[in-house]
Every structure is written in structure tokens, then in C-alpha cells.
């Protein structure tokens, strides 16, 4: 078990208190709410990519800054026949925002580190598009739900809020931990790759993974 492993177990605890306080119905909308940023965040995620690469040239200058803070990479072994060596969690997402990275050749090291940072900045744009819809959707929650008296919630509805609101924590912690799989792509963050390799967290994801 690694720090991420608790810092998710304190993620899912904390949610399942709040679940407890505010009973099953809010933190369903919670739920439901995580779900649907998850989806309009991959459903938005090529022209949201598009728009930061045509006005801001992310992908040019994110390539310039991985291609300085990539040397863990490189040295695990980019020789493989597309020239990538990506992470476990991150890596299935990255080839399903762009699957037409397995068919081009990456045969050189400054081609890899290209393909691999386009395609990095592509999740990280996904997970800071996902923070931004659940942040609206959470606020929405709130607004809606301001006022509302929780201390006459039924004993049951706190009870479905306990498991709703670890359900919610788990989920979250999910979603963290394939973007500190990134992350572990870059030198400075190459930590993350042991810490990653001995979490039952990461397991986790790397499992459900295999069935989306």
C-alpha cells in the first residue's frame, strides 16, 4: 500500500461522512454529476484540444517542455516499434483519444517525445476539462440544495448517503490516479511511476479499465 492508496482511502471516508450529513439523494446527484462531467469531458475532448492548440499552441509548447523533462522516459526505453513507452492507466486513455498514434512511426527520439507529448497534453487537457464541468455541476448541487434542512434526513436516507458518498470518493480517486499516471511521464514527476507500481488504487483502475 503506497501514500496514494491512503490519501484515496481518506478521499473515500470523507465523502462517505458528508453522504452520512447531507443522506442519499444529494450525494446521488453527486454521483450522477461525476459521471456526466467524466462524459461531456471525453464527448468535448477533440475540439476542446483543437481550441487549445490553435490559440494557445499548447501541443508546440508542451513538446518544447516534456522534451526537457522527459529523460526518465527515455531512459525506461522508447525503442519499440511506434517509438512510445507510455504509462499503464494513462497510456490506454491516451491511444483511445488518439488512436492513430499506433500506425505512426516514432523511429527517432525527438519523433517519440513529440507523439508522447501530444498526446499527454491531450489527457491533461481531458482531466482539466472534466475538473471544470464537475466544479459547475457541484456549485449547481449546492445552489439548488441551499437552505435545505439536513438534520431531518431518515435514518435510511443517511445510510444510502454513506454508500453513495464512498462510491463518490472512490470514483474521484480514480480519476486522480490515472492523472498522476501522467504525470509520471514527466522527469520531475517520475516518482509517481514506483508509487503507482505498488498501489492497489492503480490495480484497481488498470482492471476496470480493461471492460470500458
Request: hydrophobic share 55%; glycine share 8%.
Amino acid at each position: 500500500m503506497s501514500w496514494i492508496d491512503l490519501a484515496a482511502l481518506t478521499m473515500t471516508l470523507w465523502s462517505a461522512a458528508k453522504g452520512y450529513i447531507y443522506g442519499g439523494y444529494k450525494m446521488f446527484l453527486h454521483c450522477l454529476g461525476l459521471g456526466v462531467a467524466l462524459a461531456m469531458a471525453v464527448y468535448f475532448q477533440r475540439p476542446f484540444s483543437a481550441y487549445l492548440n490553435q490559440e494557445w499552441q499548447a501541443e508546440t509548447v508542451f513538446a518544447e517542455f516534456f522534451s526537457k523533462n522527459s529523460q526518465l522516459v527515455l531512459e525506461a526505453g522508447t525503442t519499440q516499434t511506434t517509438g512510445l513507452n507510455l504509462p499503464p492507466l494513462a497510456g490506454q486513455l491516451m491511444l483511445r483519444l488518439m488512436p492513430e498514434a499506433q500506425l505512426l512511426p516514432a523511429a527517432t527520439g525527438e519523433g517519440a517525445l513529440a507523439l508522447m507529448a501530444t498526446m499527454l497534453v491531450k489527457v491533461l487537457a481531458l482531466f482539466v476539462f472534466f475538473v471544470f464541468i464537475a466544479a459547475i455541476i457541484t456549485l449547481l448541487i449546492r445552489v439548488k440544495h441551499f437552505g435545505t434542512n439536513w438534520k431531518n434526513i431518515p435514518e435510511h436516507q443517511r445510510l444510502a448517503g454513506v454508500l453513495l458518498g464512498a462510491l463518490y470518493g472512490l470514483m474521484l480517486s480514480m480519476v486522480v490516479c490515472v492523472a498522476l499516471d501522467a504525470l509520471s511521464m514527466l522527469g520531475i514527476f517520475g516518482f509517481l511511476h514506483q508509487d503507482l507500481t505498488v498501489s492497489y488504487l492503480a490495480w484497481m483502475v488498470s482492471y476496470l479499465l480493461q471492460f470500458i
